[in-house]
């Protein structure tokens, strides 16, 4: 009975775990191995293996320009979505119903919508004969032209990772004993100062994992600087689909795409060692 009780979790996780090793680790081991791989122009993928994928990518300016325009685009939109989403969750965990059904229906409606058509959304509104250029004009400002520039991306990818900043940190708000705010009050602490020293340390998990889910996936986005940025503007998901599909130099963007997969990784377990170290230390 004890050896069939131990075994149970096994068995249980045994569907999910061949699932992530089909869909993730397969796929992950055959793109590391396919970027060692040789190139030739003529006859395209050879059957020898190679570092220079790699020296390539790592000391061409060009890659190493795109690869920090990525991690520059990611890190604003992330601190974007912190600024904008951690009082935005607040004040919704603050609301009251039917206000707050509707607000958080307001926040995920968004998510329905396919990213293709909030990008060509975005396009319309910051191109040279978009709404905002008209109103500058109308303004006496002259026309303004965002598109094809990082603040178009940036702008782009706030409001489409927002949702996943606000929904961790209202779940962590949650969470919380409804009383720490009145009683810090009573004490004399101010609106501010509640938050700043008894909401915030303790909703910081909430805001780590935000974070990481914001970064992560601005880190890879592939539609929104491929429509907004233009050909010109190029991220790391883009410049991997140009050595796919349009270089058909496989073994390189591969290369690309596992330098940028462990960078984001190492950044983001520092990310998340460093804030729960801070969380322990403030909540023991």
């Known amino acids: 009975m004890t050896a069939r009780t131990s075994s149970t979790p096994w068995f249980l996780s045994f569907p999910g775990l061949i699932f992530f090793l089909g869909m993730v680790v397969l796929p992950l081991t055959l793109t590391a191995a396919l970027s060692f791989h040789a190139y030739d122009f003529n006859i395209g993928v050879l059957d020898s293996y190679t570092l220079s994928n790699y020296t390539t990518v790592l000391s061409d300016p060009y890659f190493l320009s795109i690869f920090w325009r990525t991690l520059r685009i990611a890190f604003i939109t992330t601190v974007l979505c912190?600024?904008?989403?951690?009082?935005?969750?607040?004040?919704?965990?603050?609301?009251?119903?039917?206000?707050?059904?509707?607000?958080?229906?307001?926040?995920?409606?968004p998510l329905l919508v396919s990213v293709v058509v909030r990008s060509f959304g975005w396009s319309m509104l910051l191109g040279s004969t978009g709404l905002i250029s008209k109103a500058s004009i109308m303004l006496g400002l002259g026309p303004v032209r965002i598109l094809y520039s990082e603040a178009a991306i940036?702008?782009?990818?706030?409001?489409?990772?927002?949702?996943?900043?606000?929904?961790?940190?209202?779940?962590?708000?949650?969470?919380?004993?409804?009383?720490?705010?009145?009683?810090?009050?009573?004490?004399?602490?101010?609106?501010?100062?509640?938050?700043?020293r008894i909401i915030l340390p303790q909703i910081s998990l909430g805001v780590l994992s935000g974070s990481l889910i914001v970064f992560g996936l601005s880190a890879s986005s592939f539609a929104?600087?491929?429509?907004?940025?233009?050909?010109?503007?190029?991220?790391?998901?883009?410049?991997?689909?140009?050595?796919?599909?349009?270089?058909?130099?496989?073994?390189?963007?591969?290369?690309?795409?596992?330098?940028?997969?462990?960078?984001?990784?190492?950044?983001?377990?520092?990310?998340?060692?460093?804030?729960?170290?801070?969380?322990?230390?403030?909540?023991?």
């Open 82 to 109: 912190v600024v904008i989403g951690v009082p935005e969750a607040y004040i919704l965990s603050r609301m009251w119903n039917p206000w707050r059904s509707i607000f958080l229906l307001v926040i995920i409606g």
């Open 154 to 196: 940036v702008i782009a990818l706030v409001h489409v990772m927002l949702p996943f900043m606000i929904i961790p940190v209202w779940t962590a708000i949650q969470k919380l004993d409804p009383g720490l705010e009145p009683a810090a009050w009573s004490l004399g602490a101010s609106r501010f100062t509640a938050v700043r």
């Open 224 to 284: 929104i600087p491929g429509l907004l940025g233009g050909r010109r503007l190029k991220m790391a998901a883009t410049v991997v689909y140009d050595e796919y599909m349009h270089e058909l130099n496989w073994p390189l963007g591969a290369a690309i795409a596992f330098i940028v997969l462990v960078a984001n990784l190492l950044i983001m377990l520092a990310y998340n060692r460093m804030i729960e170290a801070k969380a322990r230390k403030v909540l023991g």
